[in-house]
């Protein structure tokens, strides 16, 4: 069992595992696949990343069930003799990653956010304490359940096409109805791809302030993110913009950190940013260590004067 299998519903994060399949394929020798489930479309995606294609078609309800995906994966990987499974570590790929190893009997990894391939063996990096040391992972049993980090892995890009063969699976029924589909709260902005990001702290008195942080952020050519407490405490800003542990990954050109103390669980998310700026009223704050250009200050002062350089909404 030496080939791999990658499953994400989600084009962007399929080809993050694509990359990452690469790399395990081009040190191990395995052959790279993909499962889609009832969308032509990624399959389509995913065939021009230059990899073969297993696609399950499934009648009726749509296939939301995480027992019901393990089951589609469990069957995918019996047939292309797949002994490492790659999923993407968000809610929904956590979930299916353990059911399946629990039902292939192997062992599981999630959040991992490195591959080290030596001598055919596999070690997963991950964060442990909160995010203040890196654990070396690797899973003992034959076959592997690997849950990667969404957005730390480069996007594999288009190349010879691969083929698109069809999978006949015999799915459990559901026990779970897909009944509607809302759009989850947010605005849209996507602090991953920003190339320029204004991420805001405590550090900020009252939301008001916020505007001119916008103000910033827009004239730049960016977006606005924030460290955890600004979501979910003072609930100031959708929690797709947090950066960091719980948060996203971002890889910005320039991060502009206002009021951020800099701890741990947040600067995992932001740390291979080029150039990170802070300003914060404390310069013995973790985040004057982190950044490449820090102005001790306080924001009172410095918010309005640097909003007052851009054009007003
Ligand atoms: C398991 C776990 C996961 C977590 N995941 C995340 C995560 O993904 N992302 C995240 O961000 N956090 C996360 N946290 C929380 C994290 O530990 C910190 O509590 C959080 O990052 C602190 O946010 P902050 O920097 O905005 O606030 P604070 O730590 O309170 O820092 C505010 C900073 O603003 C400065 N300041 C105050 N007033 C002014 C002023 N007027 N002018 C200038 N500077 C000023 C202060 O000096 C201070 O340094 C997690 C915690 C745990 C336990």
Same mark, same amino acid.
């Given at each position: 069992? %030496?080939?791999?299998? #990658?499953?994400?519903?989600?084009?962007?994060?399929?080809?993050?595992?694509?990359?990452?399949?690469?790399?395990?394929?081009?040190?191990?020798?395995?052959?790279?696949?993909?499962?889609?489930?009832?969308?032509? &479309?990624?399959?389509?995606?995913?065939?021009?990343? $230059?990899?073969?294609?297993?696609?399950?078609?499934?009648?009726?309800?749509? #296939?939301?069930?995480?027992?019901?995906?393990? @089951?589609?994966?469990?069957?995918? @990987?019996?047939?292309?003799?797949?002994?490492?499974?790659?999923?993407?570590?968000?809610?929904?790929?956590?979930?299916?990653?353990?059911?399946?190893?629990?039902?292939?009997? @192997?062992?599981?990894?999630?959040?991992?956010?490195?591959?080290?391939?030596?001598?055919?063996?596999?070690?997963?990096?991950?964060?442990?304490?909160?995010?203040?040391?890196?654990?070396?992972?690797?899973?003992?049993? &034959?076959?592997?359940?690997?849950?990667?980090?969404?957005? #730390?892995?480069?996007?594999?890009?288009? $190349?010879?096409? $691969?083929?698109?063969?069809?999978?006949?699976? +015999?799915?459990? =029924?559901?026990?779970?109805?897909?009944?509607?589909?809302?759009? %989850?709260?947010?605005?849209?902005?996507?602090?991953?791809?920003?190339?320029?990001?204004?991420?805001?702290?405590?550090?900020?008195?009252? +939301?008001?302030?916020? =505007?001119?942080?916008?103000?910033?952020?827009?004239?730049? $050519?960016?977006?606005?993110?924030?460290?955890?407490?600004? =979501?979910?405490?003072?609930?100031?800003?959708?929690?797709?913009?947090?950066?960091?542990?719980?948060?996203?990954?971002?890889?910005?050109?320039?991060?502009?950190?206002?009021?951020?103390?800099?701890?741990? +669980?947040?600067? #995992?998310?932001?740390?291979?940013?080029?150039?990170?700026?802070?300003?914060?009223?404390?310069?013995?704050?973790?985040? @004057?260590?982190?950044?490449?250009?820090?102005?001790?200050?306080?924001? %009172?002062?410095?918010?309005?004067?640097?909003?007052?350089?851009?054009?007003?909404?």
């Amino acid at each position: 069992m %030496k080939n791999i299998l #990658v499953y994400s519903d989600r084009p962007e994060s399929a080809a993050e595992l694509v990359s990452a399949g690469q790399l395990i394929a081009a040190a191990t020798g395995g052959t790279l696949r993909a499962l889609s489930v009832n969308a032509p &479309d990624l399959s389509a995606f995913l065939a021009a990343r $230059g990899i073969d294609v297993l696609e399950v078609r499934a009648a009726g309800d749509p #296939v939301t069930d995480a027992a019901q995906m393990a @089951a589609a994966l469990r069957e995918a @990987a019996d047939r292309s003799d797949a002994g490492v499974i790659l999923l993407s570590s968000g809610r929904r790929g956590k979930e299916i990653a353990g059911r399946l190893a629990q039902e292939i009997g @192997a062992g599981c990894l999630t959040d991992v956010g490195r591959l080290d391939v030596v001598a055919g063996r596999i070690t997963g990096v991950r964060y442990a304490l909160g995010g203040a040391t890196e654990v070396f992972q690797a899973v003992a049993t &034959d076959r592997q359940v690997l849950a990667l980090r969404p957005g #730390v892995f480069p996007e594999a890009p288009e $190349g010879t096409p $691969g083929s698109v063969q069809s999978l006949d699976v +015999q799915l459990p =029924a559901p026990r779970v109805r897909l009944r509607a589909v809302n759009a %989850k709260a947010g605005d849209g902005a996507d602090i991953e791809k920003a190339e320029v990001l204004v991420v805001v702290g405590q550090g900020l008195a009252e +939301q008001g302030e916020l =505007a001119l942080a916008e103000r910033i952020a827009r004239g730049l $050519g960016g977006e606005v993110a924030c460290t955890k407490p600004v =979501a979910t405490d003072r609930r100031w800003l959708p929690e797709d913009r947090i950066v960091g542990l719980s948060g996203k990954t971002c890889r910005p050109s320039l991060a502009l950190l206002l009021g951020v103390s800099g701890q741990v +669980q947040f600067t #995992v998310g932001i740390r291979d940013a080029v150039t990170i700026v802070a300003v914060n009223r404390d310069d013995q704050a973790p985040v @004057a260590s982190l950044s490449d250009y820090f102005l001790p200050a306080d924001l %009172k002062a410095v918010l309005p004067e640097l909003a007052g350089k851009f054009p007003g909404p």
